[in-house]
């Protein structure tokens, strides 16, 4: 071994990627999305002690009620209080969102680094899989597999994560394809470590910046994806209050009720939205 070689073994230590998050304070966008992200998480666990009605308390004498001080978003079809049922909702659709997102980043950030480091054949055909995954869009892909295995949380979970996770892998790889080289991994190479350690060890902490990035990402890739396929039927059941069952129940009353969709809706647009919202400010954080 060179004197080169052996100081580049010794003497390079590995950088570290920050997110800045003393930076991300100062970002309007970033802090209202995380308080709106941060607002339903907190509703999707103490509902039961914010709601005024049971969302699952049906009173046919108060059907199709319009928003009024009695019900702040009205009743609907059935009586149910629909502030009650909004809030309510939150809990399916961050119960199954949250892990499929998880769940892709996981799969999408192990491909992603095998492709990237490994290269080759490897990288070939992982990334030929993952383009045949992409060639389906996610609403359809989700509906085939749904179609095939029946629905359930867990089917849920498996299907929005398989379908996101080629977009991470993607990234992933990029990421990992611009680390290869620096100096600290052939550091690693010459002091004899495997592999996997240095995918791990060394690479994984330098990309992980861009990992947290594409998990906010995924989150609300996730949440859309999972009231989008409740609104199909394939998703939670009645008589669930998610917000993605209610707007496919209530769009018959649009016209005469438009309040049984709207505050859903309106809901679930604000999730959404608070998610980017995050992922874009880490994203520019990134970026800088």
């Given at each position: 071994m060179s004197a080169h070689q052996w100081q580049a073994a010794v003497g390079t230590w590995p950088r570290r990627s920050s997110l800045g998050v003393r930076g991300l304070g100062r970002s309007p966008a970033f802090l209202i999305g995380a308080a709106v992200l941060l607002f339903w998480v907190v509703d999707a666990v103490a509902w039961p002690l914010l709601v005024p009605y049971d969302p699952q308390a049906v009173a046919p004498a108060e059907t199709l009620q319009a928003p009024?001080?009695?019900?702040?978003?009205?009743?609907d079809d059935l009586g149910r209080d629909v502030f009650s049922r909004v809030l309510a909702g939150a809990t399916s659709v961050l119960t199954v969102a949250p892990a499929a997102a998880l769940l892709a980043v996981a799969v999408g950030v192990a491909?992603?680094?095998?492709?990237?480091?490994?290269?080759?054949?490897?990288?070939?055909?992982?990334?030929?899989?993952?383009?045949?995954?992409?060639?389906?869009?996610?609403?359809?892909?989700?509906?085939l597999v749904l179609a095939v295995t029946?629905?359930?949380?867990?089917?849920?979970?498996v299907v929005i994560a398989l379908v996101l996770a080629p977009l991470t892998a993607r990234t992933v790889r990029a990421a990992v394809r611009n680390e290869r080289e620096r100096e600290y991994v052939e550091a690693a190479r010459l002091r004899g470590d495997s592999g996997a350690y240095i995918m791990v060890a060394e690479i994984l902490p330098n990309v992980a910046a861009i990992v947290v990035a594409e998990s906010t990402t995924r989150l609300?890739?996730?949440?859309?994806?999972?009231?989008?396929?409740?609104?199909?039927?394939?998703?939670?059941?009645?008589?669930?209050?998610?917000?993605?069952?209610?707007?496919?129940?209530?769009r018959v009353f649009l016209q005469t009720a438009p309040w049984i969709v709207l505050f859903p809706a309106l809901a679930l647009a604000t999730l959404v939205v608070g998610a980017t919202a995050v992922a874009d400010g880490l994203r520019l954080r990134i970026e800088r």
């Open positions: 009024s001080a009695e019900h702040w978003f009205g009743t491909i992603g680094l095998a492709a990237g480091y490994l290269g080759g054949a490897i990288d070939e055909v992982l990334m030929r899989v993952t383009d045949a995954l992409l060639a389906f869009p996610l609403v359809v892909g989700a509906v029946g629905v359930s949380r867990l089917h849920l979970v609300a890739a996730a949440i859309f994806a999972a009231s989008t396929l409740s609104f199909l039927g394939l998703g939670i059941e009645q008589p669930s209050p998610d917000w993605g069952l209610s707007v496919a129940l209530g």
